[in-house]
């Protein structure tokens, strides 16, 4: 037989360790388990009272849920209550069995025993679902007027999850609160109060905040009784049943302020109403005893919210500053706290007066700074997000270095989030750039470790965009903190190594600055001397040095590893004229080290890099030179790809992230900002131009005449190439401006043949990897561009066994079907297509080079193809070599083309065709042509 | 809302569990040996209030004993909407909670509490709905109890007896 529940919890109180407590609940549940099955009922009811406290313990108990069900249909009113207890506690509101006892709740509700009611009216009030919601509601409104006080207020609140439930139902009723509301019983009015705060809610969520419905115009009528109701309390003196440390009944006049709240914001007249009993509030309340501070916190935030008098704000904010300076940290917190929620809710409509909370905040502004200190974490906490209100611009570097200091102490799960806050503080009031990057590097030093992945581009966003002398800064002052840390901030490590390799020769000179005394004499006379900075000049080896131990500690993370191995590449370039031999060839060492890295992308940077180093000296192998290009312009190209990178544009940065709306904290280089939209591979660019796509259907639905082949798949599968440069005539819609306007400020930069499309993740793994892939040598136009990204294709070569990957001038396979099909001439603009298989295994791909040949007597610019295929046909575009097309014939005049892949999947079946939209601008004239081609040969390609 | 009172000894033992919104058994566990291990760490001097996973925990410390009310934003307020509760309010209600017990147990300890679980759910549940306040009066909790017990003790009473 099983225990009895006193023997039970005697038991496992003398139970000595988990597991033996374990075993005594194990044995007795099975007890349980088979009283239940035997249909005990003399035990039904102490069972279930065993599994209550088993439950309390963390036990399974959901064997029991049908026994409480039981229990509850028993006429026996202890068992009956039991049962309701348990089926509260035990049982969820998802739990099937619920609906069994929606009958005998039915028939409790009608007991007339009050206490049998009033346990249907608490268990509906904790669990209804619902369908028991609708089932019931007409059973528990009747209780809303019940003689008995007890009932009305337990119905009341069930009444309040009813609506919860079925939203739908709350106009029905709401005439009946004003009766309620005129109820003598302290229970009542309390449940009412809450029940109307629960309807405004619902209703707020449901018409939106203000909107005029019948629940809340209703409601405003009931603003005089409300008034009344709570002036009767502070007038009312001592009641010896409501009375809570001199206070009448507190919890009632804490919601009757939470309810007027409600109905004050946003409206005047109410708002007029509530003025006068909210002064006597705030005047009359005790404040020695926690009970009439918790009214005042109430009332102030009230007077706060709704549209009050000047000379009852007056008296708030001066509660509140009352409070901030309250030695009891009880207080202090919810005075934190109200300054935060009123600044927030004043937003907008804030006007920054005297009396206004924003005034009040700056007004204690030292105060709240203190809190930053307290030992107290939710105090830190609430002073913490209230600070981030506070900051504006003239106190934007002294509470930057508060936050800093409190960056240094506060819990390391805490950091992400101030590190992200800090950067928003920064990026929005920076006085100069110079203080925004020092306050990064700064704070980098302090949570590398810690901070996430958009602080780190933006730190080098800010660096990049700065002028060289601050470049000159912020690498020398990245490259000590490197030095003298101990190897885990990796965020300070990705920065650092970062700027060592784009920067690499600026710090070789001494560095001297003196800030200007004029522009901010104040400061430097309130603080001290004019801080003057200087850095000793370092010589390469120590550089070089600097990063290799980085890599060497065998804690540094792969990504770090990789950057590293960029830098040693970008310093290679820098150093190669300034350092001596032995440090170059150190350099060259490090970058080869990881040619037979485990790691597919060390292996592949370290290939590639040494690949680039040695084209970039000028050794190129004669197979790497095809066709028409010259061994000069892959050595230019691959210069170009070891220069610096052009400044990124932060306007297209911030305005590409408003429209991906990706601020998501992410350690996956994709989700970087901007990252995703302008990396260089391929399949990224054709990504990033989906959003324009709907912009070029209309474009081609204007088209005059289009090819009914064509038509049909128009829709779809219209790749925009992402290269295409901006120009000021581009006939393009604005709209579809945004991917243009990134890549058009980073072409602009370099004048270069082929200018390497810049990611704007620095960071991004392929940056250096891919760049050569597409642009480095696209100017050979025989040359077939391989992505030398993973995952390998077979045309890949084995990195090891071929070290030269990063040219990707990898011969074409035997005999490749070469064939150049004339399309068409539009205004002295001749254009051919190369047609040529790589793949003699698959016939379906085609790579297709489009070359331009411009026979007018001037250069053509703004060059812009588009092109459409049909829905059985998948196409890759990569950027004109060129967007500029030279005089065809003139000596030096470059051959601009395009690679186009397809793969036609219906090969065989279907031909080849495409629809193409030109554009250029030929001496002044803005030039767009239409034409479908389907001159390919059939079932070739 | 409320979302959750617990009582729990400086042990880490939980006395008395309610919960106002379900939670699964592994999260109870969980989000009880968190708390407790939270409120243990702090001073008499520090705040009353504490914030855990969305939760604003008021806590008061009674002997040996700690009576924890956790709340959340309502939730018909949508999604996002602040929490509302008054901290300072719930910390006094706290106090009225004990008072009852105090005054129904003569003097309370946590022997009673664990003794006589369910009676002490009895009392939570006059006092406390769905998460909303149903009564602070002490007799007004107190006296249909002691009618109930009464009651169906009596052969013939009220409620017919057995």
Redesign the interface.
């Known amino acids: 037989m099983s225990l009895k529940l006193?023997d039970l919890?005697r038991q496992v109180?003398s139970c000595k360790t988990a597991a033996e407590e374990r075993a005594v609940i194990a044995k007795e549940s099975a007890m349980i388990r088979t009283a239940i099955k035997e249909e005990q009922e003399q035990y039904r009811h102490r069972n279930v009272?065993k599994l209550?406290?088993m439950h309390?313990?963390?036990?399974?108990t959901h064997f029991g849920q049908l026994e409480c069900m039981k229990l509850i249909a028993s006429?026996?009113?202890?068992e009956k209550?039991?049962g309701y207890?348990g089926m509260?506690?035990l049982l969820?509101?998802?739990a099937d069995v619920l609906m069994l006892a929606t009958n005998s709740l039915k028939n409790d509700l009608n007991s007339s025993?009050k206490?049998v009611a009033?346990l249907a009216l608490?268990t509906i009030?904790?669990l209804a679902t619902a369908d028991m919601s609708r089932d019931l509601a007409p059973e528990v409104e009747k209780h809303l007027t019940s003689s008995q006080p007890?009932l009305r207020?337990?119905a009341c609140?069930?009444f309040?999850?009813c609506i919860?439930k079925c939203a739908d139902m709350m106009e029905d009723y709401v005439d009946k609160f004003t009766t309620l509301l005129k109820d003598r019983?302290?229970?009542v009015l309390?449940?009412v109060v809450?029940l109307m705060t629960?309807v405004l809610?619902?209703d707020?969520?449901k018409n939106g905040v203000g909107g005029a419905s019948v629940c809340r115009s209703a409601f405003l009528k009931l603003v005089p009784s409300l008034v009344k109701l709570l002036r009767n309390l502070l007038s009312v003196g001592y009641s010896p049943?409501?009375d809570?440390g001199g206070i009448s009944?507190?919890?009632l006049q804490?919601?009757i302020l939470?309810l007027l709240r409600f109905l004050g914001t946003g409206n005047e007249k109410a708002s007029e109403e509530m003025n006068d009993v909210l002064a006597q509030v705030a005047t009359n309340t005790e404040t020695s005893k926690?009970?009439g501070?918790?009214i005042l916190?109430?009332c102030v935030q009230t007077i706060m919210a709704i549209q009050s008098e000047e000379g009852l704000r007056v008296l708030a904010v001066n509660i509140l500053g009352r409070f901030l300076l309250n030695r009891d940290?009880?207080?202090?917190?919810?005075a934190l706290?109200t300054l935060s929620?009123c600044v927030v809710q004043a937003g907008v409509t804030d006007d920054g007066g005297p009396n206004s909370a924003s005034s009040a905040l700056q007004r204690h502004r030292t105060t709240i700074v203190d809190c930053l200190k307290d030992?107290?974490?939710?105090?830190r906490?609430r002073a913490l997000e209230l600070i981030y209100h506070l900051v504006n611009n003239e106190n934007v570097e002294t509470l930057t270095a508060e936050l800093l200091n409190y960056l240094v102490l506060c819990p390391r799960e805490h950091r992400v989030d101030i590190c992200t806050r800090v950067l928003r503080v920064v990026e929005k009031y920076s006085p100069d750039d110079r203080w925004r990057v020092d306050t990064l590097i700064t704070m980098l030093t302090i949570a590398g470790r810690e901070c996430n992945r958009e602080v780190l581009n933006f730190a080098i966003v800010y660096i990049s965009r700065a002028n060289e002398e601050l470049r000159t800064y912020a690498t020398h002052k990245l490259l000590k903190a490197i030095r003298d840390d101990d190897g885990t901030q990796k965020g300070l490590l990705v920065v650092g190594i970062w700027c060592i390799g784009e920067y690499g020769d600026l710090i070789l000179k001494d560095y001297n600055y003196v800030p200007p005394p004029s522009s901010n004499a104040d400061n430097s006379n309130a603080n001290e001397e004019p801080v003057h900075i200087s850095f000793m000049a370092l010589d390469p080896t120590t550089v070089v040095k600097t990063v290799e131990d980085v890599t060497k500690r065998h804690t540094c993370p792969e990504e770090v590893q990789e950057l590293a191995l960029t830098c040693f590449a970008k310093l290679n370039d820098r150093f190669a004229t300034i350092a001596d031999e032995q440090t170059v060839k150190k350099l060259n060492n490090l970058v080869k080290k990881h040619k037979g890295s485990h790691s597919l992308e060390l292996q592949l940077r370290s290939c590639e890099y040494t690949a680039l180093i040695s084209v970039a000296k000028g050794n190129v192998a004669q197979e790497d030179v095809t066709g028409e290009s010259t061994a000069q312009d892959v050595i230019a190209a691959a210069k170009e790809a070891l220069s610096r990178m052009p400044v990124v544009d932060l306007a297209v940065i911030q305005r590409k992230q408003k429209l991906t709306g990706e601020y998501k904290d992410s350690d996956n280089a994709s989700a970087v900002p901007g990252g995703k939209s302008v990396s260089s591979s391929n399949n990224k660019s054709n990504e990033a131009a989906e959003p324009n796509l709907l912009d070029l259907n209309d474009i081609f639905g204007a088209a005059p005449t289009p090819a009914p082949a064509a038509e049909t798949s128009i829709k779809k599968p219209i790749a925009k190439q992402n290269g295409t440069t901006k120009t000021e005539k581009q006939p393009e819609p604005p709209k579809a401006q945004s991917d243009l306007d990134l890549l058009s400020d980073i072409f602009s930069a370099p004048a270069a043949p082929a200018p390497p499309v810049l990611p704007s993740d620095p960071f991004a793994a392929n940056t250096l990897a891919a760049t050569p892939a597409n642009n480095l040598f696209a100017p050979t136009p025989t040359v077939v561009p391989t992505p030398t990204v993973p995952p390998p294709s077979p045309f890949l070569p084995d990195p090891i066994t071929a070290p030269t990957t990063a040219t990707p001038v990898t011969a074409p396979p035997k005999g490749p079907a070469v064939n150049r099909i004339k399309g068409f001439t539009k205004e002295g603009l001749d254009i051919d297509f190369e047609c040529k298989k790589p793949d003699p295994f698959n016939k379906q791909k085609t790579i297709i080079t489009v070359h331009f040949k411009n026979n007018t007597d001037d250069s053509l610019y703004g060059l812009n193809l588009q092109v459409a295929v049909p829905k059985y046909i998948t196409m890759e575009m990569q950027p004109p070599t060129s967007t500029t097309i030279p005089i065809t014939g003139v000596v030096g005049a470059k051959q601009v083309t395009q690679t186009i892949h397809v793969t036609n999947t219906m090969l065989g079946t279907k031909n080849l065709m495409m629809k193409v939209k030109l554009g250029f601008t030929s001496k002044g004239n803005k030039i767009e042509h239409l034409q479908t081609c389907s001159g390919f040969e059939a079932g070739k390609y | 809302m409320i979302s959750f009172i617990l009582m729990v000894n400086k042990q880490g033992q939980?006395?008395?569990?309610?919960y106002?919104q379900?939670m699964n058994?592994q999260e109870?566990?969980a989000l009880?040996s968190e708390i407790i291990r939270k409120c243990l760490s702090?001073?008499e001097?520090?705040?009353?209030?504490?914030?855990y996973r969305g939760f604003k925990v008021i806590y008061r410390r009674y002997a040996s004993l700690f009576f924890i009310v956790g709340t959340v934003a309502?939730?018909?307020?949508?999604p996002g909407?602040?929490n509302?509760e008054?901290?300072?309010?719930l910390?006094?209600?706290i106090?009225?909670l004990v008072e009852t017990m105090d005054k129904w147990a003569g003097s309370i300890c946590e022997l009673d509490i664990?003794?006589q679980?369910?009676q002490v759910?009895?009392i939570l549940?006059e006092m406390v709905?769905?998460g909303?306040?149903?009564?602070?009066?002490r007799?007004?909790i107190l006296r249909?109890l002691d009618?109930?017990d009464k009651?169906?003790k009596k052969k013939e009473g009220?409620?017919?007896g057995?």
């Not at chain 2, 939980?14 to 309610?18: A, G, V």
């Open positions: 006193r919890i109180r009272a209550l406290f309390m313990l963390g036990y399974p006429p026996h009113f202890p209550r039991i207890l509260m506690l969820s509101e998802e025993n206490f009033g608490c009030g904790n007890y207020k337990k609140l069930a309040s999850r919860l019983s302290h229970g309390i449940t809450q629960q809610l619902l707020a969520e049943d409501h809570v009944d507190p919890f804490v919601q939470t926690n009970a501070n918790a916190y109430e940290n009880n207080i202090r917190y919810v706290n929620r030992p107290d974490i939710s105090i906490q | 939980t006395r008395l569990s309610s106002y379900w058994m109870r566990v009880e702090r001073s001097l520090q705040c009353s209030f504490l914030e309502n939730p018909d307020a949508g909407a602040e509302n008054n901290e300072l309010g910390l006094e209600f106090h009225t664990m003794y679980l369910e759910h009895f549940d709905m769905n909303h306040i149903l009564e602070t009066n007799s007004n249909p009618l109930m009651e169906s009220m409620f017919g057995r």
